[in-house]
């Protein structure tokens, strides 16, 4: 089955700083790759997706880039706020269908 | 809040217990899934259903889990005899046609 790695599992950055986060996954047929953003108690929150047909997707302060040949994706957020501070969580899947998620990065804003 | 609800949001059973959860998905999504995340994880797949018919389960999902949807809308999740090991968060996710998983708040069980 599909094998989702995340780095780093703990990411600390000053208030406007970006951060970065990085995943690789193992199964080629997988071809869709959210991130969910889960707040203490609260259940995942989608941020942004991508397809396998893309290369990167942007939506405001969050970017997310594809590397299907080396099979890896990475969630990008700039001029970061203390509101982004919360577990982000990478998956793949094919169609979406099950999910296959990654073990989490707690990102940590300082204000 | 992406309009799918779960209760109870928190459980409390001894082992040996059987507890029951369930999902109230988005109307007219047609999928429904089931994870299951413990302290540090990422959400695990554990089962799903597309209208009433459950189409995939984990090997996660033992025998004493069961899970159903009657009539394709609301879901249950039962436990037999909760083990200590039993203990994570469970999560539901609503799927409508050709889109992406949209997650409720899920139930926090801890078995004592």
């Known amino acids: 089955g599909e094998n989702v790695e995340q780095h780093p599992s703990t990411l600390s950055v000053q208030e406007g700083d970006s951060a970065v986060i990085k995943c690789t996954y193992s199964?080629?047929?997988?071809?869709?790759f959210p991130w969910y953003k889960q707040e203490l108690g609260k259940g995942p929150q989608l941020i942004i997706d991508?397809?396998?047909?893309?290369g990167e997707k942007k939506d405001q302060r969050i970017a997310v880039t594809l590397n299907k040949t080396a099979k890896h994706f990475s969630l990008h957020i700039t001029e970061t706020q203390p509101e982004d501070s919360a577990v982000y969580f990478c998956?793949?899947?094919?169609?979406?269908?099950?999910?296959?998620f990654g073990s989490g990065t707690k990102l940590n804003v300082k204000p | 809040d992406t309009g799918v609800s779960q209760d109870p949001r928190h459980k409390i059973t001894k082992r040996g217990q059987n507890v029951t959860f369930r999902c109230d998905p988005i109307s007219e999504h047609n999928r429904l899934y089931w994870y299951r995340q413990t302290l540090g994880q990422g959400p695990e797949f554990l089962t799903y259903f597309q209208n009433e018919a459950q189409l995939e389960k984990s090997r996660l999902l033992s025998d004493r889990f069961s899970a159903e949807r009657p009539k394709g809308s609301f879901s249950t999740l039962e436990i037999q005899r909760t083990e200590q090991g039993d203990s994570a968060m469970y999560l539901c996710?609503?799927?409508?046609?050709?889109?992406?998983?949209?997650f409720g708040p899920g139930t926090r069980l801890t078995v004592l």
């Open positions: 991508i397809r396998s047909n893309v």
């Open positions: 199964d080629s047929a997988s071809n869709y």
């Open positions: 998956a793949a899947g094919y169609n979406f269908n099950k999910f296959y």
């Open positions: 996710a609503s799927v409508p046609p050709l889109s992406t998983q949209y």
